[in-house]
Every structure is written in C-alpha cells, then in structure tokens.
C-alpha cells in the first residue's frame, strides 16, 4: 500500500487548506485511515482518523471543530479540512492507514505516506 499526502502550502493565518491522501496499490475500503502531523522539533502527534464507512470520526482535542475529516472510498482518498487555521498548525501532516491498535497512536498504524507540510504564517 502506498500512501501519497498532497495539498499542503504557505497560508496566512485564519485560513483553510484542504489536504488529501490518495491510495494506490493493494489498497482496502474497509480501514481506518488517519492522520498525523510534526511540528519542528516535536514529536509526531494524532489529529484525526476516520472509520471505513466514515460512520466514525475522531479528532485531536486542539483540532476539534476547526478540522474535518472525510473519505471517499470510491477514489481510495482521505481528507482532511482545515479552516482557521493558526501558526501552531505548522507542521509536516502524515497519513496512515490500517491501525492494528488504537486510532491515536501512531505505533498502531501500518503505512504511511511521506507528508505534505503546511505552514502558517502570523
């Protein structure tokens, strides 16, 4: 399975970008996909997962109402929507898929695509 993250950029502060993660290979609907982000000097941290159908969500409690989650089976591709977004945000994102464990760590999740950084100016 290989995961490919792309939509990231520069953006001011208070604004949006929408990141996507296609997959491509011996790619399943029926898993949980999530995503993660570093910040420099951080380590990596969960933001969001979603179930196969998308029945669940689940969000990173300083993400909660400002990002969204979501999946379109069809075309084997997560997003993730981020509005209002601040500096804090800066970060590489990361997507992962097939958590064998819990959702919020990242020790659950078999693969991983490369990241797309997004940066945040003030």
């Known amino acids: 399975v290989q995961l490919q993250a792309s939509g990231g950029g520069l953006v001011q502060a208070g604004g949006s970008l929408r990141l996507s993660c296609a997959a491509s290979g011996r790619t399943f609907s029926y898993v949980t996909r999530g995503w993660f982000r570093q910040a420099p000097g951080k380590e990596r941290e969960f933001v969001a997962a979603i179930t196969w159908s998308g029945g669940r969500t689940y969000y990173a409690d300083s993400v909660k109402g400002r990002f969204t989650i979501s999946r379109d089976n069809a075309k084997n591709t997560v997003y993730l929507q981020i509005d209002s977004l601040e500096p804090e945000d800066t970060a590489v994102y990361y997507c992962?898929?097939?958590?064998?464990?819990?959702?919020?760590?990242?020790?659950?999740?078999?693969?991983w695509g490369r990241g797309t950084l997004v940066t945040v100016s003030s």
């Open positions: 992962a898929s097939d958590p064998t464990g819990t959702v919020f760590s990242d020790g659950s999740y078999m693969y």
